[in-house]
């Protein structure tokens, strides 16, 4: 199984719900990443978790809030976001961290009202 | 920190060849290639982790001059299946455990 899976793969929030995206990796890897992409941008690198630990934060504003429940899951939990933060969220999945190639995920596509 | 990619956009018939360009002002630890389709995800093709190194994959092939901090990506004998935006990302000496990405070249190959 090569697929990293998102959930869900559309989501629409006010400003002051509370909402998660799920990723899901069955691959063994033990590097898991957040990436935001604003069209016709490059995927932007949020978080890196490497063997479960938050290894990066890229200085993400603290509405964002990620977690690695075990080696398979990973999670961002989101609060009180900005109509700004509209994008896709890309889960990615690797091996090691800056050595192997990414898997990415299909996405969730986030809209901000 | 992010690399410098060129051309910003290309276009190519079926048969043509083409190279993107990437570079950064920092030591490179590696460079990733990948290639996102529209609506969809980035895909892997390939990483070069060696100064000097070159890499292939089927059409497709790739070097990285260490020295120069610059890798460039070859597309031979395009085919339509080539489309996309190319994305080069970067991990530098100093923290080779994050991968950055370009800004993206757009490629599109028509008949």
């Known amino acids: 199984d090569t697929e990293v899976t998102q959930t869900p793969k559309h989501l629409v929030m006010g400003m002051t719900n509370k909402k998660s995206l799920k990723c899901e990796q069955h691959?063994?890897?033990?590097?898991m990443y957040w990436y935001k992409q604003k069209a016709k941008k490059p995927p932007e690198l949020m978080f890196v978790?490497?063997?479960?630990?938050?290894?990066i934060n890229e200085s993400v504003p603290s509405r964002f809030s990620p977690e690695c429940p075990n080696s398979s899951l990973l999670n961002l939990h989101l609060h009180a976001l900005q109509p700004e933060d509209s994008a896709l969220y890309l889960c990615a999945s690797s091996h090691r961290t800056g050595f192997d190639e990414q898997f990415f995920g299909p996405g969730t596509r986030l809209t901000v009202l | 920190q992010q690399p410098v990619q060129s051309p910003q956009a290309v276009i190519l018939r079926e048969g043509e060849d083409a190279v993107i360009n990437c570079s950064s002002s920092?030591?490179?630890?590696?460079v990733h290639w990948y290639r996102q389709k529209h609506g969809e995800a980035p895909v892997f093709l390939m990483i070069l982790l060696k100064g000097g190194e070159q890499k292939g994959h089927e059409k497709i092939s790739a070097s990285f001059n260490e020295k120069k901090q610059q890798s460039s990506l070859y597309l031979t004998a395009s085919q339509l299946s080539y489309s996309g935006t190319y994305f080069c990302g970067t991990a530098l000496k100093t923290s080779y455990d994050k991968v950055i990405f370009g800004p993206g070249t757009s490629l599109s190959v028509i008949p």
């Open positions: 978790y490497s063997y479960e630990k938050l290894s």
């Open positions: 920092k030591a490179l630890y590696s």
């Open positions: 691959m063994g890897h033990r590097a």
